[in-house]
């Protein structure tokens, strides 16, 4: 049958009209493909990474960087996400060439019709040419370069590829760059650990992170994620049952922080200023790796120990009230206390997860799954935050043995009685108020207040806390080659980023008194020499009145032996020393210590500590006496690295010598090939490795051995006898308290392992009576070298060749008779034995004058 001749022409116009739409479309490809880059570019892609630092374990401890990125493969993509983005994105991904026919005459009529695209008409591989080749204006020409991108990238990459690419590289708020990123920021837990629910919210990000997303929009956001789920199920990758249950669940999603899992902020902060000054690449966002020295657990005991120490201070010196206090007049009374409404204290510093909410009937009230009555309470602590261990919490009700309190996230938890019993009013650093006889003398409904979790694991449970007023800082080194093991510069770095480790330059106190004693060791002196503890005077025509130096104590000892004045710590007999000795001489030997001599004033202060130093500066000299007499240099960072693991930098060898130390000889490598080419260009992965680092002797083995003995008496008998509690014999160290108990210090050490710990104001103030070294810093270096030293084997400094061991008169110092029955062991340099005490009187002793300096 023949056609109509108005049909044939109509036929005629359509397949005329289709020719000239594919050749505008041919000619427009022939056009524009030579104007973009190539689209096996894409295959060379480099992600923005940021910055991660790590310790020797592999732990993360900090992230620096604008953009947080974190690249999966495909085959680490949960199935349900990539689901969840299709039937959001584009459904048709896996069947089409990278055009969407249908959605691209969609956005054209969108275009047309309100002059922009509203529901859009890019493919996942569109996207992907738009995120990586091209910039995000709604512009007809942007379109076709799109379809021309993803033509081309469709004949490069696998399906796979561009999926992978696609959900590494889209932004999802907050700073998040791809499901990984979002996954973390979002729920603070990787993607693959996601349930589906969580995975729809993160699928619906892409077209509007903002408008939709689940911690600044909520409704939206949920509203959002609901409609995917229904997508989902629309296309067959849920049942109807799964996706019901799925939009049930309320919306948990909530900021999380970058979550390091070793909490060290301020030694992060260090090594991140350190590395700038080692590398050239942008270390921000070249996915640079700084692997340190840092020891993961051995941090987690110094930042506990030093956060306990802090809080036992606090608690000894009163209670200063409320963060504030909030009208609860109009709160509404709270539902009875569930199971499931309990705040469990972590048993060690939490993840920041949210728990799952379980109570039905507040799922359907608010969009959090909070019932309105717990919403409300919550609302009136929103603008708390949480500072290390502590948590803002509002007092909701008063009870005989416990005080009821909510949390931030709507949790409740009781706190106990014998947790508040502590808190004595606090009336100045010297004075605290009477006991409280009960919990209404501490609080009060409505007081906004801080807890923290203390006990061991079968005693997790809240108590009351405040953020302490005082300051501390640990350090500890491997005394072997001078490595820093853990470093904690403060309470917590997000309450004060001023890192007291490094930056905070102190009075030493009495911890300084070792210097002074090696000094007298190289100069003649013994551990039995006579020095008078007695006091005395000294004019001096730049001071108002004549200095009168005293001891901690008021006591005067009298004649007493070297040894025995520094496990006393006694203040004249450092003066005598230092005055016998000469301060040229005292400086010398201070500053082969690594010492700053040059800020140091050059009197007979000097011999009590009045020098400033680091604690840094401490714990690197106590590394001398630590291993036998070698000067380490603290340092951190082991090396630096690319993603893909090619090294960037490396730390040098440490290597201890005999001064004088030479350096080592360079190799004698044969003669280069002569018909090797000399253009190559050099390799930009070779590692960069500096040259050895030299760890001279500086102090004597002899006299390193026995001022490692004199210090164990510190330990053993002396300032720093609680040490004994932690069972070993190979401790080592000194206390230290500088005038008015504004610094308390203690610094020791095992052969294996060196830590020194100071606390004071940062406003240099007095700690209040009583708050010596002994009392203050040493139970901080206890706790964290308890756990430390754990299963480590107990050893001795090994005596070197020279060491005399005798008997002593206790009281002349003089080689002892054998039929003295007070004579007690010491220990001299060969040439340095005493002379044998005079004959015994007839009362059993001598009545040989003493040698007394």
Known sequence: ?????????????????????????????????????????????????????????????????????????????????????????????????????????????????????????????????????????????????????????????????????????????????????????????????????????????????????????????????????????????????????????????????????????????????????????????????????????????????????????????????????????????????????????????????????????????????????????????????????????????????????LFRDGKRARLAWDDIRWARPYLSDKYVGDKPGSITDVLTAGDVIYVRPVGNADNRRWRLAQLPRAQSALVSLDPEDGAIIAMQGGYSFTASKFNRAVQSERQAGSVFKPFVYTSALENGFTPASIINDAPVVFDDDKLETAWRPTGASGKFYGPTRMREALYRSLNLVSIRIMRQIGISQAMSTLKRFGLPTDTFQRDLSLALGSASVTPMDIAAAYSIFANGGYRVTPWSIVRIEKEDGDVLWEAADVIRCESPCLPPQPLELPEADSTASNNDETDDTTPVKPEPVMAPRVLDARIAWLMNSMLQDVVRRGTGHKANALGRRDLAGKTGTTNDQMDAWFSGFSPALVATVWVGFDNPANLGWGEYGGKAALPIWMDYMGPALEGVPETQLEQPSGIATVRIDPDSGLLARPQNPDAIREYFIEDQVPELEPPLGPAGNNSAPEQIF
């Open 1 to 405: 049958m023949r056609l109509p001749s108005w049909t044939r022409y109509l036929l005629l116009l359509l397949i005329a009209g289709a020719g000239g739409g594919l050749a505008i479309l041919a000619a427009s490809y022939l056009y524009l493909a030579p104007q973009l880059p190539p689209a096996n570019q894409i295959r060379e892609v480099e992600y923005q990474i940021p910055l991660r630092i790590y310790s020797r374990d592999m732990k993360l401890i900090a992230e620096y960087g604008e953009k947080r990125r974190q690249p999966v493969s495909y085959e680490q993509l949960p199935r349900p996400l990539i689901q969840a983005v299709l039937a959001a994105e584009d459904e048709r991904f896996f069947s089409h060439n990278g055009v969407d026919i249908k959605g691209l005459v969609r956005a054209a009529v969108e275009l047309a019709r309100y002059r922009e695209i509203r529901s859009g008409g890019s493919t996942i591989t569109m996207q992907v040419a738009r995120n990586f080749f091209l910039g995000r204006e709604q512009r007809f020409l942007r379109k076709f370069n799109e379809i021309v991108l993803a033509i081309q990238i469709e004949r490069v990459l696998t399906k796979e590829e561009i999926l992978e690419l696609y959900l590494n590289k889209i932004y999802l708020g907050h700073r998040a760059y791809g499901a990984e990123a979002a996954a973390q920021v979002y729920y603070g837990k990787s993607v693959a650990d996601l349930n589906v629910a969580q995975m729809a919210m993160i699928a619906g990000l892409p077209k509007a992170p903002s408008a939709y997303n689940p911690i600044t929009n909520p409704e939206r956001a949920l509203v959002r994620r609901n409609w995917i789920l229904l997508r989902m199920e629309e296309t067959g990758a849920l049942t109807r049952e799964e996706r019901l249950a799925a939009q049930e669940l309320p919306v948990s999603a909530r900021f999380h922080a970058a979550s390091p899992e070793v909490d060290g902020a301020y030694f992060g902060e260090m090594v991140r200023l350190q590395a700038m000054d080692l590398v050239e690449e942008d270390i921000y966002t070249d996915g640079i790796r700084i692997i340190t020295t840092l020891d993961s657990q051995r941090q987690q005991y110094a930042v506990k120990a030093l956060r306990d120490g802090l809080h036992s201070y606090d608690e000894r010196h009163g209670y200063r009230g409320p963060l504030k206090q909030v009208d609860i007049s109009q709160a509404p009374p709270l539902p009875a206390l569930t199971a499931s409404d309990t705040e469990e204290p972590p048993e060690a510093e939490e993840s920041g997860e949210e728990a799952p909410v379980k109570d039905k009937a507040a799922l359907q009230q608010t969009i959090t799954g909070l019932a309105p009555q717990v919403a409300a309470w919550a609302d009136l602590i929103a603008d708390q935050h949480r500072i290390g261990p502590l948590h803002p919490v509002i007092v909701t009700s008063l009870n005989d043995d416990h005080a009821g309190i």
